[in-house]
């Protein structure tokens, strides 16, 4: 029963993982984070055209569900991708797609 429990909780994680990239928007940032690391709002904001609020937004969604983190260098915040399953499932998705850093 224990074995259950904790394999129900895993998925359970997992499916969290899955919801918080199934935004459009919040797919391509991710995607496009694993293509160029160490980007700021505004230089992903040019990629996708999208106004800075709506970026952020998306940005505090991967933040929470421990999927990005935003790391300061002076006035600027640069993110990257740091769970090891969403690069996975990004790789899954996209295979065409030159993976420069992972």
Do not use: W
């Amino acid at each position: 029963m224990i074995a259950f429990i904790e394999q129900r909780q895993a998925i359970e994680q997992k499916a969290e993982l899955i919801k918080a990239i199934s935004h459009p928007a919040r797919l391509c940032i991710v995607n496009g984070l694993i293509q160029t690391p160490n980007c700021t709002v505004n230089k992903i904001q040019s990629c996708l055209g999208l106004p800075q609020s709506t970026i952020s937004q998306h940005l505090t969604r991967l933040k929470n569900a421990g999927i990005v983190v935003g790391e300061r260098e002076g006035t600027e915040v640069k993110y990257h991708v740091i769970s090891s399953d969403i690069i996975n499932i990004i790789k899954c998705l996209f295979p065409d797609f030159n993976m420069k850093n992972q």
